[in-house]
């Protein structure tokens, strides 16, 4: 079973820095996945990625396949960017295996 | 579309009770999960669905049973409710497995004394 590993777990920002949340890996997988758990609890898929990187309006997703390890980046961070984001992988078509999560506060 | 939907949103169960949470979904995905996350842990599978009439076993299925009769739907049942079940529970559903966006339900959050 593939174990994923998240760091930080807890994570204070000021409005307006830059933010990086790493998500490591232990066996090859076939696609990673961020998804994002509003204060309310609703999960919300952000980024699926087998390589290189994806973008999305302020939030960067970025993997390496060999050192089997992905950052998610947040640019200009707001506090609406406060949350729990949670990184996940897949090997062939098993089901997905999820870290534990990053709680992120962005402080005004 | 609605998406995902969840009945009901909160229940509390007495141990031993039984109760049936439904997972409905509206975009014909093949795929369904029923998940637990619990505080400290991430999200655990429970049981899946490749398509109407199949199901299979997670990470973590005891205690748990489930039922697939219409691809739109998903069922999850706890035939004698044990305190450790307390948790918040969420559906989700995919077209294609592993390599395709899920989405997830509200949620349901079950307490158990």
């Known amino acids: 079973k593939n174990e994923v590993e998240q760091s930080p777990q807890n994570l204070t920002a000021q409005e307006g820095e830059f933010i990086t949340i790493n998500c490591s890996y232990s066996?090859?997988?076939?696609?990673l996945h961020w998804l994002q758990q509003h204060p309310g609890g609703g999960i919300v898929s952000l980024f699926m990625?087998?390589?290189g990187k994806k973008k999305h309006g302020r939030l960067i997703a970025t993997i390496n396949i060999q050192e089997k390890h992905s950052s998610l980046h947040i640019t200009a961070s707001h506090p609406r960017d406060s949350a729990v984001y949670i990184c996940?992988?897949?090997?062939?078509?098993?089901?997905?295996?999820f870290g534990k999560g990053t709680r992120l506060s962005v402080i005004a | 579309n609605a998406g995902v939907t969840q009945t009901p949103k909160f229940r509390v169960l007495k141990t031993g009770q039984s109760m049936t949470l439904l997972c409905a979904q509206d975009?014909?995905?093949?795929?369904m999960y029923w998940y637990r996350q619990d505080p400290g842990m991430g999200l655990r599978l429970i049981h899946y669905?490749?398509?109407?009439?199949?199901?299979a076993k997670g990470e973590v299925p005891d205690g748990y049973n489930v039922s697939r009769l219409k691809k739109q739907n998903f069922l999850l049942g706890l035939e004698s409710a044990a305190p450790s079940q307390t948790s918040v529970y969420f559906c989700?559903?995919?077209?294609?497995?592993?390599?395709?966006?899920?989405?997830f339900g509200p949620g349901t959050r079950l307490t158990v004394l």
């Open positions: 989700a559903s995919s077209y294609f497995g592993t390599p395709d966006t899920q989405y």
């Open positions: 066996v090859g997988i076939s696609a």
């Open positions: 990625l087998s390589s």
């Open positions: 996940a992988v897949g090997e062939g078509n098993t089901p997905l295996v």
């Open positions: 975009m014909n995905h093949e795929y």
């Open positions: 669905s490749v398509g109407e009439g199949t199901t």
